[in-house]
């Protein structure tokens, strides 16, 4: 069965629009996990637009399903702007003191409106090489943001990485407009046998939604999990947050 990893970004993003705390991230999560949640993720940013450092220490501290943490393992420090927002430590510092469940590496800049590409290993390999290696030493799961092509997936796991996170934003795509959609879950299912072949496990995520998941699940059966915010936020307005986790539990199949 496939997990499902409730992304927070969207609630934080809200709660910073105005200098409050309310909606409360923390709340959200153990709202989403007693509706039947599988896990959280948040993906804060140097830049702490929607989640913040404190939020990840707080969840760690609250929540008792995996974390996954996902950023650039290259996003060096950077002071806050905001007089009640604590400095942002850099990525791999803020990964070496929660000691998530999951970290899942994205090379995204700090301009990056959202994350639309997965690494290309070949000029990335070295650079991550010491990453995947600490992270195995501090007994943290390693996920790789990726491209569905076999030849980089190849490469992940020679790396050594644990999981590879497909990014899903042309599938989602194809299916929305029905224009190419045998093609493009076909090149989706191709890459998840490619990752079954080299022994890697297999995550997705971006824009995935209630629509469009079951075809996916479908046609990648080892499927481990699939992380979602975006499209989870706008469906709690329309269905209540309970009955959107259960409506996106049926659509992985449960």
Same mark, same amino acid.
């Not at 990840?56 to 760690?60: I, P, S, T």
């Given at each position: 069965m496939t997990d499902l990893s409730i992304n927070l970004n969207k609630i934080a993003l809200i709660r910073n629009s105005r200098d409050t705390v309310y %909606?409360?991230?923390v709340d959200h999560a153990k709202m989403c996990i007693a509706a039947g949640a599988d896990g959280i993720t948040v993906h804060p940013r140097p830049d702490q637009r929607h989640i913040r450092a404190d939020d990840?220490?707080?969840?760690?501290d609250a929540i008792d399903v995996e974390l996954n943490i996902e950023g650039n393992p290259f996003a060096a420090p950077m002071k806050s702007d905001r007089a009640n927002v604590s400095d942002y430590p850099g990525f791999m510092t803020l990964i070496r003191q929660i000691l998530p469940a999951q970290c899942t590496l994205v090379p995204d800049s700090n301009s990056q409106l959202t994350s639309d590409h997965g690494f290309d290993l070949t000029q990335d390999y070295q650079r991550l090489k010491p990453i995947i290696e600490e992270l195995k030493s501090l007994g943290v799961r390693s996920s790789l943001f990726m491209d %569905?092509?076999?030849a980089q997936i190849k490469l992940a796991a020679e790396l050594g990485a644990d999981r590879i996170e497909l990014y899903t934003g042309p599938y989602a795509?194809?299916?929305d407009s029905q224009e190419g959609l045998e093609q493009s879950i076909e090149i989706f299912a191709n890459a998840g046998r490619a990752a079954a072949q080299y022994g890697i496990e297999l995550n997705a995520g971006h824009d995935l939604n209630i629509k469009n998941?079951?075809?996916f699940c479908q046609r990648l059966p080892n499927?481990?999990?699939v992380s979602i915010g975006h499209a989870f936020t706008v469906d709690?307005?329309?269905l209540g947050l309970e009955t959107a986790v259960q409506r996106y539990q049926q659509a992985l199949g449960k």
């Open positions: %909606p409360s991230v990840c220490f707080a969840l760690a %569905p092509d076999p795509a194809a299916f998941l079951p075809l499927l481990l999990e709690c307005i329309e």
